[in-house]
């Protein structure tokens, strides 16, 4: 099983950036990898995803054209480019990895396995 550990979380203004990273323990190269958050009082969403070999990419639509997603398989970590961002996009992050090897990209969580702890993202207006 992959076991993931999130950073780059921190307190940012609104209209500013961040970049998340998601390291794992274990090689990644063959696992779909995801973001998802959690905002207080809500239910856990997805972000963005990237498939294994990091040529397609998903996002939801409150993310698309602010936040890109990125892998670099060799240091088996995966990245979130965050910018332009906005008090809604306060949550905490998690990345996580498909439990199926090479599988066809999804956005449900149900697929997700190896969360990582989450990272906090607060957003100031």
């Known amino acids: 099983q992959v076991q993931l550990v999130e950073s780059g979380g921190g307190l940012v203004q609104a209209g500013g950036s961040l970049r998340l990273s998601c390291a794992s323990r274990?090689?990644?190269?063959?696992?779909?990898m995801g973001w998802f958050r959690q905002a207080p009082g809500k239910e856990r969403e997805f972000v963005a995803a990237?498939?294994?070999?990091?040529?397609?990419?998903s996002y939801a639509d409150s993310v698309k054209g602010r936040f890109t997603i990125s892998r670099a398989n060799a240091l088996n970590t995966m990245y979130l480019q965050m910018n332009s961002l906005q008090p809604e996009d306060t949550a905490v992050y998690y990345c996580?990895?498909?439990?199926?090897?090479?599988?066809?990209?999804?956005?449900?969580?149900?697929?997700?396995?190896?969360w990582g702890q989450g990272t906090q993202v607060t957003v100031s207006s």
């Open positions: 996580a990895a498909d439990r199926v090897p090479r599988a066809t990209l999804t956005q449900e969580s149900t697929r997700f396995s190896s």
């Open positions: 990237i498939n294994w070999s990091g040529g397609t990419t």
């Open positions: 274990r090689a990644i190269t063959n696992y779909n």
